[in-house]
């Protein structure tokens, strides 16, 4: 009877120990599908987790008050090459950024369809990237839907250094717009909420060139 009654005990310890089992994966399942989202819902909630914040201020800059024009160089996630003289007699759209930034991931599509809309129209787009590898950047440009390209700048942070020395770029993301002449124009600190306003820097800053 005690030993029948010790087995009974320890299949039940059994199947419970499978049932754990089995929601453990299903948790570990349900967390991989959410995964790329986790970061957007804490910047949601105000929890300000893996960025450094921004204030979302806008600064425009009057065109007789701008610096010199920024020159850089950098490798893209697809290795190519990209220089200043690329984006020289158009306006330029450079964001900074990173996968695991959850404002990134929100601001994301803003950025890409205000791309759309301006590209061949006298405006380009390239983010510069600050922490990740190129695998990670082309598989949020996948995920996001970004087509512009991106300067992997972590190892040396070449890039990110040529831009500091006439802007501030401190917080992640910064958003900066540079006129035809390679000068920067516009500043967004932190996230872009909607497409309007950069939308709004860049035509007028199109019209200002011609």
Not at 166 to 190: E, Y
Request: charged share 20%; aromatic share 8%; glycine share 10%.
């Amino acid at each position: 009877m005690t030993s029948t009654t010790s087995w009974s005990r320890g299949g039940t310890r059994f199947r419970r120990a499978i049932a754990l089992f089995t929601v453990a994966l299903l948790l570990l399942a349900a967390t991989g599908c959410s995964a790329r989202d986790s970061l957007a819902e804490q910047y949601r909630d105000g929890t300000n987790k893996g960025y450094i914040s921004g204030d979302g201020r806008i600064v425009e800059i009057a065109a007789e008050e701008r610096g010199d024009p920024v020159e850089f160089e950098g490798v893209t996630e697809n290795g190519d090459t990209v220089t200043s003289d690329q984006y020289r007699d158009q306006v330029l759209v450079v964001n900074f950024w990173y996968a695991a930034c959850g404002p990134c991931r929100i601001e994301a599509p803003h950025l890409q369809a205000v791309y759309e809309q301006f590209q061949g129209a006298g405006a380009d787009f390239l983010g510069i990237n600050t922490y990740d590898q190129p695998a990670t950047a082309l598989s949020f440009a996948e995920t996001y839907g970004i087509t512009y390209p991106s300067v992997i700048d972590v190892e040396s942070g070449a890039a990110k250094l040529a831009f500091a020395q006439v802007a501030p770029v401190q917080a992640t993301p910064t958003t900066l717009v540079l006129d035809h002449q390679g000068r920067v124009a516009a500043r967004i600190s932190g996230p872009i909420d909607s497409p309007s306003t950069l939308r709004t820097i860049v035509k007028d800053l199109i019209e200002e060139g011609r």
